[in-house]
């Protein structure tokens, strides 16, 4: 079945740090790519997404870009914030239409200290 | 603005109690989703619902049940509550056809 690895962290940087989160994927055909952030005591918020090869996401810094050749999607930033502290999660979601639930890492945890 | 919202955010229950726990959206999707929310594992599928009526096991259904009797809500009940099941649960909902899921807020339960 479809399964999503991450790095778990927690992951602690300095203010202005660059980020990278690594991300891999198993899948059978062309899923779409998500990263999805949780702020403490919060619900979880899209920050990007790729649908398909060679796509690249983008939000509020962050980027990734959908490897199909290396099953990756890491997240990067070029410069953090304190107000960046959260759990970020890799997930996806299988080709075929439907309604098919996302399949989730288990969520890194990023601490960016000032 | 359209949301999600769940209640209750906090539940203590005992095991063997019947709880249910509601969802509600406003933003007229089709599709509806139960996932829990469990240190080490990420979220995981519960149920899914692609409309009124309809409704689908996911990766960890034993022991919830869901029923959709309109497009708005889809509560998650535990039929008989266990320890196992203290957990953080999360309601999401997408437009038919739109793979991007919208999560409420979620709710802390706790099952002594």
């Known amino acids: 079945g479809d399964s999503v690895t991450q790095m778990e962290g927690p992951v602690t940087l300095s203010e202005e740090a660059f980020l990278t989160i690594n991300c891999t994927y198993t899948a059978t055909g062309y899923p779409s790519l998500f990263w999805y952030v949780q702020y403490p005591g919060e619900g979880l918020q899209l920050l990007l997404k790729a649908t398909k090869a060679d796509d690249k996401g983008s939000n509020k810094g962050f980027e990734a870009t959908y490897r199909k050749e290396t099953t990756s999607f890491h997240l990067e930033k070029g410069s953090v914030q304190v107000s960046d502290s959260a759990v970020y999660f890799c997930?996806?979601?299988?080709?075929?239409?439907?309604?098919?639930?996302?399949?989730f890492g288990k969520g890194t945890h990023l601490i960016i200290q000032p | 603005d359209a949301e999600i919202t769940q209640s209750p955010r906090h539940k203590i229950t005992e095991t063997g109690r019947q709880v249910t726990l509601a969802c509600h959206q406003t933003?007229?999707?089709?599709?509806m989703f139960w996932y829990r929310q469990d240190l080490g594992h990420g979220l995981r599928l519960i149920h899914y619902?692609?409309?009124?009526?309809?409704?689908n096991k996911g990766e960890v259904s034993d022991g919830y049940s869901v029923s959709r009797s309109n497009t708005e809500d889809l509560p998650l009940t535990l039929e008989s509550a266990a320890s196992s099941q203290t957990s953080v649960y999360f309601c999401?909902?997408?437009?038919?056809?739109?793979?991007?899921?919208?999560f409420g807020p979620g709710t802390r339960l706790t099952v002594l």
């Open positions: 999401a909902s997408s437009e038919s056809g739109m793979d991007t899921q919208y």
């Open positions: 997930a996806l979601r299988h080709s075929g239409g439907g309604a098919d639930g996302l399949t």
């Open positions: 619902s692609y409309g009124v009526q309809d409704t």
């Open positions: 933003w007229n999707h089709n599709n």
